[in-house]
């Protein structure tokens, strides 16, 4: 706003002393001030109000006045509160410093003088930026952007002193101006952006956390077109940017609010542009798959590999290790639902993130990740840089080789809570992970104990779960997969008798048993565990042969007792 427009509202009771020839100045700002010395607290282009407190003597105008003028500020404004009609002495040292000088009627508060000026700045502030943002949404459609989002959030930052933030859905940041989000708080926001956006709520969601206030805007993805009102917000939800603001909207007016969505429209437009370079990435990992599935030749998919390594790591000097993880979102159908929600393109965007590392800031991170999806699996083709494979010809009981890879528990840890919330109370994850091989022969192999280590995660409980190739041995592999009906009626006819018994004579019959399937059968080893007479030991294993009806003598009921064991 001009220094002209103050006179132009009467309410504000303003009355100019001198500096008519400066009235077009621009006021950026207003402070209150009644020190001697208030340079430490200017920064240029403020209007500064004063109550006179500060003059002493005439002598003191001439300084105070010149302090102002060195810093720039716009205008001054001093109240007739104090000392009645503004000293000539104050008038003249503006005059010599060409500083606009008005008077502060004493029946208006600063108060109200500060408020309309905030009022104004802002308002033209917020248009400004407005403009800003418009003019870079027009650039980012027809052609590359300037900076990227991180632009816009740094005139948010300067123009309206907000602090913003975009999230991914695990709350990973993608972009951001200042210092980075907490990961536990951004994991927090997601969350709570993800549950409110599962019932429906519109946003801005808003939250208090820490006692800080935060507002949380979606980010529609555009690329996918308008999305019709019936479109289930499942197909969506998992894997929406959002942006975080560090306020409070629920105050503000419709001009501002309509600025922040023009901002998020602004996002999502770089978004679709990297998500359109993601294409060749899929369409890389779509035709290895495919290859692998249809039981290509391994030397055709040597090939395709080939031509995949140099996109997915550039510069790499020699072939890498190969992991796959395999991923499904699966959602409950409601009552009358006559169409499923596609799990698969959620799936592959939802895998697309998970495998980035979540310290990691920025979009251009998932460059690496290539993921394909075959009906409601998404399945990826994880390049590993070279090294020693878990079993080298190197590694020993003392000194085992280094793990390879992507590891299942790791991979879920920082996301799990965020994606809960997401997949509310009728979705889930599940999520397998194969382990590293060099070669085209082992690719099909792969893809196969990944979606075994997936279905295992599946028969764990819980909406977000995942299980890795070192989980697909023997029992591990097989129980999951026992009705537990069977479960349970095979647990209870060899270990109920077993169970009442401890309960009526205190016998331990069953860490007795425990100890010596542990101890492969050996009567001397299982005796010093426990700390018994070896004859004392064999009494025990005699009663639970005698409740059971089994010998332990015998390799088959050994491995039946060793099965409940691990199912009860």
């Known amino acids: ?68 003028a060195s810093a720039g500020v716009a205008g001054l404004a001093a109240g007739e509160a104090e000392l009645g009609d503004i000293p000539d002495d104050l008038v003249q040292a503006c005059s010599r410093h060409r500083l606009p000088l008005f008077a502060v009627n004493e029946s208006v508060a600063f108060a109200t003088i500060t408020e309309h000026v905030v009022r104004q700045v802002s308002g033209e502030r917020a248009g400004d930026l407005a403009a800003v943002v418009d003019r870079h949404r027009r650039l980012m459609t027809s052609g590359p952007a300037g900076g990227g989002p991180e632009v816009v959030l740094d005139l948010l930052g300067t123009d309206l002193d907000l602090r913003a933030w975009v999230l991914s859905p695990t709350g990973r940041q993608i972009a951001g101006a200042g210092e980075p989000l907490p990961a536990p708080l951004a994991a927090t926001l997601a969350g709570e952006h993800l549950a409110a956006t599962r019932t ?81 990435r899929r369409r890389l990992a779509q ?3 495919e290859l692998v599935q249809t039981g290509a030749a391994p030397a055709e998919i040597a090939a395709r590999l080939r ?89 020993t ?73 070192h989980e697909l041995a023997s029992h591990v592999l097989l129980l999951p997969f026992v009705p537990d009906d069977v479960r349970r009626a095979f647990t209870a006819r060899l270990l109920d008798p077993l169970r009442d018994y401890d309960r009526r004579h205190r016998a331990e019959l069953i860490p007795t048993l425990e100890a010596f399937l542990d101890c492969d059968g050996s009567w001397t080893r299982c005796a010093t565990r426990l700390h018994l007479h070896v004859n004392t030991l064999r009494y025990r294993v005699g009663r639970i042969e005698q409740l059971t009806g089994r010998d332990l003598s015998r390799l088959e009921d050994k491995l039946d007792f060793f099965l409940a064991l691990r199912m009860s």
């Open 287 to 289: 035709e290895v798959l």
């Open 1 to 68: 706003m001009r220094l002209r427009a103050l006179l132009e509202n009467d309410a504000l009771g303003l009355r100019l002393l001198g500096g008519e020839d400066e009235l077009d100045r621009t006021v950026r700002g207003v402070m209150t001030t009644d020190l001697k010395d208030p340079s430490r607290y200017l920064s240029g282009g403020e209007l500064v109000l004063t109550g006179l407190a500060w003059r002493a003597e005439p002598d003191d105008s001439e300084p105070f006045v010149r302090i102002l």
């Open 200 to 280: 429906g709520r519109r946003g801005p969601h808003r939250l208090s956390t820490g006692g800080t206030a935060y507002s949380l805007f979606p980010i529609r993805n555009t690329g996918r077109g308008a999305a019709p009102a019936s479109r289930d917000v499942r197909e969506t939800v998992l894997s929406d940017w959002l942006l975080a603001v560090e306020a409070d909207a629920g105050e503000w007016p419709a001009a501002r609010l309509d600025l922040l969505q023009g901002v998020t429209q602004l996002i999502a437009v770089e978004r679709d542009r990297r998500d359109a370079a993601r294409t060749v």
């Open 307 to 395: 031509v995949a390594a140099p996109v997915l790591l550039p510069g790499l000097g020699s072939a890498p290790h190969w992991q796959v993880v395999v991923a499904r979102v699966e959602w409950e159908q409601e009552a009358g639902q006559s169409t499923a929600v596609d799990g698969g393109p959620v799936a592959q965007a939802l895998l697309e993130e998970i495998l980035v590392d979540p310290a990691t800031v920025g979009a251009e991170s998932a460059d690496r990740i290539a993921v394909a999806h075959s009906g409601d699996e998404a399945i990826a083709l994880v390049p590993l840089a070279a090294g020693p494979l878990p079993d080298s010809e190197d590694e």
């Open 397 to 469: 009981p003392e000194n085992p080789a280094p793990a390879l890879g992507l590891h299942a528990d790791a991979l879920l840890a920082a996301v799990r809570a965020p994606l809960s919330a997401g997949l509310a109370d009728d979705g889930r994850l599940t999520l397998g992970v194969s382990a590293a091989v060099h070669s085209a022969e082992g690719l099909r192999g792969a893809l196969e104990e990944a979606r075994h280590a997936r279905r295992v995660a599946a028969a764990r409980p819980g909406r977000v779960c995942a299980a890795g190739h």
